[in-house]
């Protein structure tokens, strides 16, 4: 599995796409496994974790209607494609917003919303998650969609 991964971020490392990447409330070890390889810059240009409702609002420009949607995944890829643009070239940006398990009780399911875009395309997916599973379970499935994802995407 690990000879896996490897491959797949060598794909994305190698692509010729340049990246800004935000994700809020999961999807952190996505940004570990885009790091850790030797090549990131290749790629990533920035990273950004909007972690509280105030950061997530100054990121997009107001308050989405719900933290964790498929919108708000949307939105925050756009914001983070307009920020690749500024940067470089063949700019895409990437999100992920999830809801994993939690200490307080949240009446919702825990889930998360992936997206990609660039001038011209757009991939989203979202997923539930099993709530038996601890956080750290939930993150690493969702971290490792989202690196599947940006591999799919880059391979267009």
Request: with cysteine.
């Given at each position: 599995?690990?000879e896996?991964?490897?491959?797949?971020?060598e794909?994305i490392?190698?692509?010729g796409?340049?990246?800004?990447?935000?994700?809020?409330?999961?999807g952190?070890?996505a940004?570990?496994?885009?790091l850790?390889?030797s090549g990131a810059?290749?790629?990533v240009l920035?990273?950004?974790v909007?972690?509280s409702r105030?950061?997530?609002n100054?990121?997009?420009?107001?308050?989405?209607?719900a933290?964790?949607?498929?919108?708000?995944?949307?939105l925050?890829?756009k914001?983070a494609?307009n920020?690749?643009e500024?940067i470089?070239?063949?700019?895409i940006?990437i999100?992920?917003?999830?809801?994993?398990?939690?200490?307080?009780?949240r009446?919702d399911?825990?889930?998360?919303h992936?997206?990609i875009?660039?001038?011209?395309q757009?991939?989203a997916?979202?997923m539930?998650?099993?709530?038996?599973?601890?956080r750290?379970q939930?993150d690493?499935?969702?971290s490792?969609?989202?690196i599947?994802?940006?591999?799919r995407?880059?391979s267009l």
């Open positions: 599995m690990e896996l991964m490897n491959q797949l971020i794909s490392h190698t692509s796409f340049h990246a800004c990447v935000v994700v809020s409330g999961g952190i070890g940004i570990q496994d885009l850790c390889r810059s290749r790629f920035d990273l950004q909007p972690y105030e950061s997530m100054l990121y997009l420009g107001a308050a989405p209607d933290y964790c949607s498929e919108e708000t995944a949307r925050l890829a914001a494609l920020r690749a500024r470089s070239t063949n700019p940006g999100a992920c917003t999830a809801a994993l398990r939690t200490l307080e009780e009446g399911t825990d889930r998360a992936l997206c875009c660039s001038s011209g757009v991939l997916e979202s539930e998650l099993d709530a038996s599973l601890s750290e939930q690493q499935l969702v490792r969609a989202l599947e994802l940006i591999a995407f880059v």
